[in-house]
């Protein structure tokens, strides 16, 4: 029988791989301080913090989190991203390695900004 899916981020995290939890908890933690006051809610199965329009988004694969400040974010911090497996809105942080908190409060940070002083959107069709 299938597990049922979750419907809360603490469920989200406890079914995710038992190497993706900690990273789980640790992206969360960092997300929240960027965005105190942001609601944390699931979005097609994944953890996503809004506040008027998505924020960012993250989910556990079998390897990897992946963390999804969008495109326009990922734009300009290209060059702080080369080492890291980018997606179209993406950004792979693989389970072997340290997350890097202060890069993901960067782009957290900026996509926030975006957000509150440009409207950014969500994604992208282009």
């Known amino acids: 029988m299938k597990a049922p899916k979750p419907t809360t981020i603490e469920e989200y995290i406890l079914s995710a791989p038992p190497q993706a939890q900690e990273k789980l908890h640790e992206i969360r933690a960092i997300l929240r301080s960027v965005a105190p006051n942001a609601i944390e809610s699931l979005k097609w199965g994944n953890p996503v913090f809004e506040e008027k329009r998505i924020l960012f988004a993250y989910m556990a694969y079998k390897t990897h989190i ?58 992208l069709n282009s």
Do not use: H
Not at 102 to 116: F, K, P, S, T
């Open 66 to 123: 992946n963390f999804m400040p969008t495109r326009s974010t990922l734009d300009v911090f290209k060059d702080e991203l080369e080492d890291y497996v980018c997606g179209r809105d993406t950004i792979q942080f693989p389970y072997n390695k340290p997350l890097p908190a202060d890069l993901i409060r960067e782009l957290a940070e900026y996509r926030e900004r975006d957000v509150r002083k440009n409207g950014a959107l969500w994604m």
